[in-house]
């Protein structure tokens, strides 16, 4: 897999701008596909929702994934956990992978539980050389069992660990480049942890390795007293579409998802969130390509 597969996929600059699909959506989705006006690219859908055999889910999954691509996006992979992969879920999972056929699919850079008790929270890891060595590992088994590319998440985080040798970027981006997988960049989830441990969200954007970059997550987060919490259920906030609009102008233009999962809104305020993505990401090109004529006019 390391020798024969380029770095980003095609569909990393080409997909566009989604958003993700929720059950409370499907009847203004199917409504909307139907009269072909769907105004975003592509939708993301947690796996987990979409493992059980048969059923409406899969019917809709089918009718939706027959018009715009859907990319696999899981909570359950629990890739920096000491406990053993559960084969059972990956099993699911490559059945659902083989059914809607991904550009790529996605889970978290975190650990979700041990001795099989599942914490229902996704926990950041220890940043040190052993915890890189035991993930990269677990990666290499997942895709050879998926026989594709996973994307791994940056999490928003509350708690860091005495242990740590290293910034989280920099654990991110060696998990990345060893295990020969994607990233899917959380902006949000940048933001919100660079508040709550006081580090540098430009400083974490400038560091990874952007032909790394499959995918960027937008969220809303919320503020708790001196914390901040990701609830994904606000718009995107400012300062946060700032930190998008620095990640595209050094990374490029790149698949983006708007995440809302909290007090979701009508589904037309997701579809305004994903347009206002498109609508930074062409300005961004555009002042790029001005001061590349612009410095050609000079020269
Ligand atoms: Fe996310």
Redesign the pocket.
């Known amino acids: 897999m390391r020798d024969s597969t380029p770095t980003r996929p095609d569909a990393a600059t080409s997909i566009g701008f989604g958003v993700g699909l929720r059950p409370v959506h499907f009847p203004v989705v199917l409504e909307r596909a139907a009269q072909r006006a769907l105004r975003v690219d592509w939708f993301e859908i947690i796996s987990e929702n979409f493992m059980i055999p048969g059923g409406r889910p899969l019917r809709i999954l089918d009718e939706i994934r027959s018009l715009v691509p859907v990319v696999l996006h899981g909570v359950s992979m629990n890739l920096g956990s000491s406990d053993p992969l559960d084969e059972q879920y990956l099993d699911g999972l490559a059945r659902l992978a083989e059914r809607v056929d991904p550009p790529w699919l996605s889970d978290h850079l975190c650990w979700t539980g041990v001795d099989s008790h599942n914490l229902h929270d996704l926990l950041p890891l220890p940043y040190t050389e052993d915890a890189i060595r035991h993930v990269v590992e677990r990666i290499g088994r997942v895709q050879d069992r998926l026989r594709r590319r996973i994307a791994i998440?940056n999490v928003s985080s509350y708690l860091s660990y005495t242990s740590d040798e290293m910034t989280e970027w920099e654990f991110l981006s060696a998990i990345a480049e060893r295990a020969d997988c994607g990233i899917?960049l959380?902006v949000?989830?940048i933001f919100v942890s660079a508040h709550n441990h006081g580090f540098d969200a430009a400083r974490y954007v400038d560091a990874i390795p952007s032909e790394r970059v499959f995918q960027i997550?937008l969220?809303g987060h919320s503020v708790q007293g001196s914390m901040l919490i990701d609830t994904h259920d606000h718009p995107v906030r400012a300062e946060v579409w700032a930190l998008y609009e620095r990640a595209i102008a050094r990374i490029g233009r790149t698949a983006t998802l708007v995440?809302w999962d909290d007090q979701i809104p009508e589904y037309d305020v997701l579809e305004a969130e994903a347009d206002l993505a498109r609508k930074k990401c062409d300005d961004s090109h555009s002042d790029r390509a001005q001061r590349r004529s612009s410095i050609g006019a000079d020269a």
């Open positions: 998440e899917l959380d949000n989830n997550h969220a995440e």
